[in-house]
């Protein structure tokens, strides 16, 4: 029976480590596909066509969306970011995993068109510990970290519409919890109608005999 | 913060082997309880009131359904079977996992009081396995197993009722699989809600700083 894969959506506070969660997921198991972003803006240097995002001009993004062929699209700094729905499809039917690193707002649409998919919400353990981790990178002034926090608050707002609360305390059991919450999606009833559908009809014929 | 225990329904067809996993369970984790169920059949020699089932006079039960004290009952032959709230409610808040293991209408009308109870639904990997593991005990009569096996195909027929699919092939296999099932409930947003609220407020009251 041909095994389709199963779409994840990672959310989380920036700060929560959610990009080395993601990034760690795809090092270890070869189950995983990361969703590739479409955008207009500029390649930059190193980046590839198909990697880091597919790069389209605005007239070429502006199609997409009139064809339905994104799953959400924002506009930022007056470019487009989206997800292209083709690639993902691809992988899933593949049987690979899907992982959407996407914010909140982004998540909760793709959520509407595929009731099936898997929103995880990576959170540390307390504010606290998140504004620790801001600081900590010492990239940041007070005044990003001032805005990432009030961003986290907004965020905080829609967290409930998440399937699953993933605290990022140790790396290492937060990568193995995620990954075990999505292996676990395959023994969903819905995801195993093939062999549902199998077994009432031996039952059924076996009736008959 | 306390943690409450979830809910498992666990049910399957006749020789699926769910009593087998349902012992294992017990036996090599200790956040799990095992629901007790009333009858009002007579005691077996050997069998205790509060261990095996709550022994009730047709009177004690009749009153119990009068005040929607059970999650569920039926009766088989002219004898009451059914679920009382009460033990399930204690075990539940004392932060174990409670298991019931029970038939598929009744597991249904559960969940309907219950939208949060796991529903978990064990099947051999084919019918046709069915068929030998019933055979095998050689303790049943062709009539009885071909019975059974009707009977499965009744209740292949509400399956697709059910949260989770789990194939009993191997029992270790199986065991680890219901534990991990079970144990990732608790990840559920629905379950972290004081983790929320906490988070929540942390966030506001920084914002305010």
Redesign the interface.
Known sequence: MSRKGCLVIISGFSGAGKGTVVKALMERFDCYALSISATTRQPRPGEENGREYFFKTKEEFEELIRQDALYEYAQYVSNYYGTPKAYVEEQLEAGKDVILEIEVQGALKVKEKNPDALLL?V?PP???EL?KRLEGRGTETPEVIEER??R??QE??L?????????NDQLDDCVE?VH??IQ?EH???TA?QE??A???K??????GE
Chains 1, 2 share one sequence.
């Open positions: 919400f959170t307390s504010a606290q504004k926090m009030a986290a608050a905080a707002l967290m409930n519409k998440y399937d699953y609360l993933v605290v919890t075990q919450l676990r023994l969903r009833m195993n062999m549902v199998k077994i009432k031996e039952l059924s014929e076996m009736k």
